[in-house]
């Protein structure tokens, strides 16, 4: 029952379940999973209840409903939410209460969606495995002793265990994709600009888009059509009328679209081996379909994770300067001794402040942007990224003037055990092989669900589009899941 927002949609309308009882239900499932899989950092069932009361009220009486009338959503932490804090999972932001909501958090509100909690996620969206937040790791629905992946593990976790059909999150460099891979649920990264980030605390901001997390492209094209769309406050934000996802779902027709293969990522070294099998097999199921397949490369591929891991930092100790005890979070309680004398008070203050509130991943980031933004170093490393980065979004230009639409596999592993990458920051990036070029292009990329490996751990594959073709990402999405079964397998402990 909760793991589609079209099924709850239909038993409210046909009388069988009330928005009331549905949003019980979820608050239920989040009790009994929350223990185990710590997905949320905040629940918020009495105001989740009440807003669904509305909804039930707002039926009876013939009043218009939204698209999304009393299903229940989760938001990742780094959306700002008026009735719930925004902590980043970070100790920095530790019971920060917003004063706005964020444009799409308001846009859910708009069509009667029921905000049920916060999701977990790594601290400030840095991270590919949930387990930096500052308040406890997220565990994989499909095994435990994973990680669900990240930054967004929590808002692809919550999903997969069946406490929410919908979740919104983050994707700097991956962080909806890859956890949606790992947890067996389907993501998109929507264009730069599509989705307005009015609200979404910046981590990069050249990079950061928000999008949507559910079990079918379905769902995933409702969610986005609710959440797309103009902000004037927001300034990378597009004025442009996005085109309506749900009116191009597709079953079995994709005669006319060419599809590039990347043979490199295949190919790449590190690639579990069920996982370039999937993206074969989906390659054949396109195939099938009638679209036309060919190889394609990316030259610069190698160089995507080096380039996105100057200037992800770059820009993130830029906007992470702001958070200092004075202007912006958490203020430490006691500044003295040799501190205060050798700093003075104010720049003491942000020392400990700062120091106290952010957790190791985020420090480390914050040193590697400032060193390459620094001068003498700035060429040598800021720049010299921006510059691979154009080389980057030519690669994509010239395989788009070819194919319409790129598949690859999203991940080179599944999920991963906890802690195995922690203490080893070089093998945790590696993880954003084959996602971060989306970002650096700033093209819209999904993860399909694409079945599961000997150990029965989801396998993700990504198709990439050109700059506003979301539409196709979703057209050739949702005739994949037409043709397969992957996207309806669930976790043994599953339940409705
Ligand atoms: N794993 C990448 C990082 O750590 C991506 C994170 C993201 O997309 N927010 O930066």
Redesign the pocket.
């Known amino acids: 029952m909760l793991d589609s927002a079209s099924e709850i949609l239909r038993l409210q309308a046909s009388g069988e379940a009330s928005a009331v009882e549905i949003i019980k239900r979820s608050i239920e499932q989040i009790e009994a999973s929350q223990d185990k899989i710590n997905a949320y950092t905040c629940v918020n069932a009495e105001l989740a209840i009440r807003d669904a009361e509305t909804v039930d009220v707002k039926r009876k009486s013939g009043q218009p409903l939204g698209k999304l009338a009393g299903v229940p959503v989760a938001v990742k932490d780094i959306l700002c939410t008026t009735d719930m804090p925004t902590t980043c999972s970070s100790k920095m932001l530790e019971n920060f209460m917003a004063p706005y909501d964020a444009t799409v958090v308001r846009r859910l509100r708009e069509e009667d969606a029921i905000l049920v909690g916060k999701t977990n996620m ?1 601290e400030f ?4 495995s949930t387990e930096t937040s500052a308040f406890g790791v997220t565990r994989n629905p499909w095994d435990n002793n994973r990680t669900p992946g ?3 593990g929590g808002a692809a976790a919550c999903v997969a265990s069946g406490t929410v059909p919908l979740s919104l999150g ?6 909806i994709r ?1 956890p949606a891979a790992f947890c067996g649920v389907t993501g998109l990264k929507p264009t730069y600009g599509r989705v307005s980030r009015y609200g979404l605390v910046a ?1 990069a901001s050249s990079l950061d888009q928000v999008g949507p997390i559910a079990w079918s492209v379905e769902d995933v094209a409702v969610l986005t059509d609710v959440i797309s769309g103009f902000e004037p406050r927001d300034s990378t934000s597009l004025n442009q009328e996005p085109p309506c996802l749900s009116s191009v779902l597709q079953s079995n027709d994709l005669r006319g679209l060419k599809i590039g293969i990347l043979e490199d990522a295949l190919n790449s070294e590190g690639i579990e081996p069920s996982i370039r099998q999937s993206v074969i097999d989906a390659a054949e199921t396109f195939k099938q379909a009638g679209a036309e397949i060919v190889e394609i490369q990316l030259p610069h591929s190698e160089h995507y994770v080096p380039t ?1 891991y100057v200037i ?1 930092p770059s820009e993130a100790s830029s906007n992470l300067s702001r958070y200092d005890g004075a202007h912006y979070g958490h203020r430490s309680a006691k500044v003295d001794g040799d501190l205060l004398a050798s700093l003075g008070p104010l720049a003491a203050t942000y020392c400990k402040s700062r120091s106290e509130g952010f957790g190791t991943e985020v420090k480390r980031r914050i040193m590697i942007g400032t060193y390459a933004l620094s001068e003498g170093y700035a060429d040598q490393y800021y720049n010299q990224a921006l510059k691979v980065r154009r080389l980057i979004k030519s690669d994509y230009d010239a395989a788009f003037s070819q194919v319409d639409l790129l598949l690859g596999p999203t991940t080179p592993t599944t999920a991963f055990p906890l802690g195995e990458r922690l203490d080893n920051p070089l093998q ?2 590696l ?2 092989l084959f996602t ?1 070029g989306a ?1 650096l292009a700033g093209i819209p990329a999904i993860s399909l669900p694409a079945g599961l490996n000997s150990s029965g751990l989801p396998i993700g594959i990504q198709l990439q589009a050109p700059a506003l073709q979301e539409s196709r990402l979703i057209f050739a999405g949702s005739a994949y899941q037409a043709m397969t079964d992957f996207h309806k397998l669930r976790p043994d402990n599953f339940s409705f």
């Open positions: 790594d969206a840095m991270g590919g990240g930054s967004s983050s994707d700097t460099g991956g962080s890859q981590f996105y992800a945790m990036y993880v954003d971060v970002n």
